[in-house]
């Protein structure tokens, strides 16, 4: 895989929550495979805990080959809030805030035909420790699966096995140690713990 | 001859046969068809092997 590209603001309701104006459209930027990981069900991600305050955003992820979506994943796009909100202040790029390791959590790839036809209006969902954070559907985005892979190609050269995090709605907040991720989404329900870095 | 650039192609090359295989191996042709990756994967291992020799010139 070549890179990891983002959505951000992709989700009205999201950029207000966030007390950021709604963009006419999304903001893009990358993150490179040595963030991310793919924990099995049940397993543990350790976390930088010391370094700030880690936020969690859920979103649909996309795998690309010829610039077609060949399998959906569900994502955790972490990044320490703090950091980026002073990052933002001063103009500078959210590279710092969200490039760390493990600041993309990725669960197995699906492939299409194991979703339903009309799966942009398929729910997804994350619970931490139980309780529903966030719930939503690609078609509640600005932005939805095929012009988000155009609109990227205005600007990036995609690669094929680049993943596409397409923008996290409402909900997003804190996390902490020993807290238990639970992602929904179609055919996917995959679940894991977070954990210190040792 | 940039070796440079064409190791970078070889290893984009071994990560679409990668993504072929797993396209075949969960028999998930929805956005690409049998056919086209049957097409790719013969184009892709004839540009491998060239590229290969190159290298290693």
């Known amino acids: 895989m070549d890179k990891i ?6 989700y009205a309701d999201h950029a207000q929550e966030m007390n950021s ?8 930027f990358i993150k490179p495979p040595s963030a991310m990981i793919e924990p099995r069900d049940q397993g543990q991600v350790p976390l930088p805990w010391t370094r700030g305050e880690i936020h969690y955003e859920c979103e649909i992820v996309f795998k690309l ?6 399998g959906l994943a569900l994502g955790l796009d972490l990044c320490f809030r703090d950091l980026q909100a002073e990052l933002k202040k001063q103009g500078h790029p959210w590279e710092m805030s969200k490039t760390f390791k493990n600041s993309a959590i990725v669960t197995p790839f699906k492939g299409l035909k194991d979703f339903p036809s ?4 398929t729910p997804f969902t994350l619970k931490i420790n139980g309780e529903l954070k966030q719930e939503a559907k690609l078609s509640d985005a600005l932005l939805q699966a095929d012009q988000i892979i155009h609109y990227i190609d205005g600007f990036f050269p995609i690669n094929d096995g680049d993943l596409v995090f397409t923008g996290t709605p409402k909900g997003v907040g804190p996390l902490k140690p020993n807290d238990l991720i639970e992602l929904s989404f179609g055919p996917i329900q995959h679940s894991f713990r977070l954990v210190d870095n040792g | ?7 970078h192609d070889i290893l984009n090359m071994i990560e679409r046969l990668r993504i072929m295989h797993d396209l075949v191996k969960d028999e998930n042709y929805t956005s690409i068809s049998k056919e086209e990756i049957t097409q790719d ?5 004839k540009k491998l092997e060239e590229d290969f020799k190159n290298l290693l010139q």
Request: some cysteine; aromatic content about 6%; charged content about 30%.
């Open chain 1, 5 to 10: 590209i983002c959505l951000g603001r992709n």
């Open chain 1, 21 to 28: 104006p709604v963009p006419v459209r999304p903001l893009l």
């Open chain 1, 65 to 70: 080959y010829k610039k077609n979506i060949i």
């Open chain 1, 118 to 121: 009309d799966w942009q209006n």
């Open chain 2, 1 to 7: 001859m940039d070796k440079r650039k064409l190791s």
């Open chain 2, 41 to 45: 994967l013969a184009e892709t291992l």
